[in-house]
Structure formats: structure tokens, C-alpha cells
């Protein structure tokens, strides 16, 4: 079993919402869900906590491209008076901080499942409703799926003659976490 699969009982249930991904998109899409009235939400998260791109980004040197105020929430004047960047540009680690401080704040993961994968995701045309499966056995219907997972959700490998017969190492900044062996 991979190292990141948490083992628990697969769940099945009829929710409102699912929200896919526990990024900046994702955090905002459970929070403003609730304020609509959501009460029966479910997040689901590949990795084993909140950040998205500012959580599987984590090689030497990360940091954001432009001011980090852009990566922050303008939803909650509170929240944006108690919190301040230390940089201009700050690194990954610090706004990897400011969004678990969100998550915490908002008391935001208690509606995810983490360090689970959506394995299908199908609209039923005669129920109107999602049907959305992941890798734990989950079985989740909703009329509401919000796919949060952005457009640095999966590492993207160059397409490069020879590279599915590499046996050495790959490394990549969208997953600096795995060691990538494209052969075996």
C-alpha cells in the first residue's frame, strides 16, 4: 500500500457537495459552501493535508512569483488584519503555514477526507446527481461537485524519446516528495 494511504472503512453516502482538492480553491469552495447553507459537505484530498500546489511543492527554494497577497483570502477582514506575510514573495513553507492556519481557523478539515484519490467522478442524467468513487472504496452522490484541484494538480513529465526506459532517478517540482521510476 503506498506510504500516504491512510487505512480506514469506505464510506458511502448521499452529501450536497463533494469538493475536489484542499488548495486555495478548494479551502474556499468548502468555506463558501457552508455559508450558502451547506451542512453536508465532503472534501476529498490526495495528500495527507491542505495547501494543494503549496503542499506537494516542497524542492529547495520554492516560493511564490508574485506577491503573496494574491495567495491570500480577501473573504474575512479579520483574517486579513491577524495575518502578515514576512515577505514580499514569500516562500513555500510560510504559505503553507497561512493556508493551514485557514484550514484551522474555519475549522475547514473536518470535512475532507485526506490522502485519498477520486477514482471516478460521473454525472447521473436521470438522477442529476454526481456520483463520485475514490480509492478507499468511498461511494459519495451529490448534486454539487466542485473540481478544485487546479491546473498544477499533476506533474506533468516533457515528452522526451527514451524517457519510459530511464532507470535513473526523476525528480519534479510538482512532486518533490517522489521518486519517480518510469520503468518497473
Not at 447553507?37 to 500546489?53: K, L, P, Q, S, Y
Not at 484550514?103 to 485526506?114: E, G, K, T
Not at 515528452?159 to 525528480?171: L, Q
Request: aromatic share 12%.
Amino acid at each position: 500500500m503506498p506510504e500516504n494511504i491512510i487505512e480506514r472503512a469506505p464510506e458511502s453516502a448521499t452529501v450536497e457537495a463533494v469538493v475536489v482538492g484542499a488548495g486555495v480553491a478548494g479551502l474556499y469552495a468548502v468555506h463558501r459552501l457552508r455559508q450558502l447553507g451547506f451542512t453536508n459537505i465532503v472534501g476529498i484530498e490526495a495528500g495527507d493535508g491542505v495547501g494543494g500546489t503549496w503542499y506537494w511543492n516542497r524542492y529547495p527554494g520554492c516560493r511564490c512569483d508574485v506577491p503573496t497577497i494574491e495567495h491570500s483570502y480577501s473573504f474575512d477582514e479579520d483574517l486579513e488584519q491577524e495575518w502578515s506575510f514576512g515577505e514580499v514573495m514569500s516562500g513555500q513553507p510560510e504559505i503553507e503555514t497561512y493556508l493551514n492556519h485557514v484550514a484551522d481557523r474555519f475549522d475547514l478539515r473536518r470535512d475532507f477526507r485526506f490522502s485519498t484519490r477520486v477514482t471516478e467522478a460521473t454525472f447521473d442524467e436521470t438522477s442529476e446527481r454526481w456520483i463520485v468513487e475514490t480509492d478507499h472504496g468511498d461511494r459519495f452522490v451529490a448534486q454539487w461537485c466542485v473540481m478544485a484541484t487546479g491546473s498544477l494538480s499533476a506533474p506533468n513529465l516533457p515528452p522526451i524519446d527514451g524517457i519510459e526506459s530511464f532507470a535513473g532517478t526523476v525528480v519534479h517540482t510538482g512532486d518533490w516528495k517522489f521518486d519517480f521510476h518510469p520503468v518497473g
